[in-house]
């Protein structure tokens, strides 16, 4: 589902990566560990086609990515970033309706019954969707995007440090959620909690 080939990649003459090599296969959870600044993100950028390797291949379903496919590949992901920021402003409704707009999510736009369930699903109440998304705290706003990322149903989901801001019983309940998707996940994480549902810890 995704594979990294003999990746090497240096921001500003600091070597990231050198010959690195991961393969990710179709429905599988797999966790990315080790300290701030060792290159974790970068990974998830890097299937994001936000940078691109000095050297080395990025295959995300066989195809590499490159300008020619890059908005195909992308169609096919849920990317939930560390700071996760609407790129707009208004409720919280209009912010999980945002990615339908866009033709290529708008045979999928959730109802408002499916929308309310996966607010319940993570102790969230329906009446949150009338409150400004900026006002919400970062464990609300964090939830939000897992909602997002799981109702656009992608076959991969991209997850960095996603219970930075839950507590545990929410944490919880936030793994059990993404989990029932049945997607390819790669996440970053420093929470255990979540290191200990993937299929696979790669250290870094």
């Given amino acids: 589902m995704i594979k990294f080939i003999n990746i090497h990649l ?18 599988k959870v797999i966790g990315l560990s080790g300290q701030s600044g060792i290159g ?6 890097l299937v994001m086609g936000f940078i691109k390797p000095d050297e080395g291949t990025v295959l995300v379903m066989e195809k ?11 169609s096919k992901i ?22 339908f707009i866009f033709e290529v999510n708008s045979q999928i736009k959730p109802s408002g019954s499916k ?17 400004s998304f900026e006002s919400l705290s970062g464990g609300e706003k964090q939830r939000i995007g897992l909602i997002i990322c799981k109702l656009l149903g992608r076959q991969i989901i991209l997850l960095d440090e996603p219970s930075s801001a839950l507590d545990r019983e929410t944490s919880d309940l936030a793994i059990n959620y993404i989990l029932s998707s049945g997607a390819t996940i790669l996440l970053v994480s420093h929470d255990q ?4 549902k993937c299929d696979e810890i790669v250290e870094m």
């Avoid at 070597?15 to 296969?25: D, S």
């Fill in 10 to 27: 240096s921001f500003s003459e600091k070597k990231i990566f050198n010959n690195f090599n991961l393969n990710i296969p179709a429905g």
């Fill in 40 to 45: 974790k993100s970068s990974l998830l950028n």
């Fill in 64 to 74: 590499k990515i490159n300008k020619k496919n890059l908005k195909a590949v992308r």
């Fill in 78 to 99: 849920a990317w939930l970033p560390q700071n996760f920021i609407f790129a707009g402003s208004g409720t919280v409704l209009d912010t999980i309706n945002y990615p």
């Fill in 115 to 131: 929308i309310i369930e996966s607010l319940e699903s993570l102790n969230l109440d329906g009446t949150i969707l009338s409150n």
């Fill in 193 to 196: 909690n979540w290191l200990n």
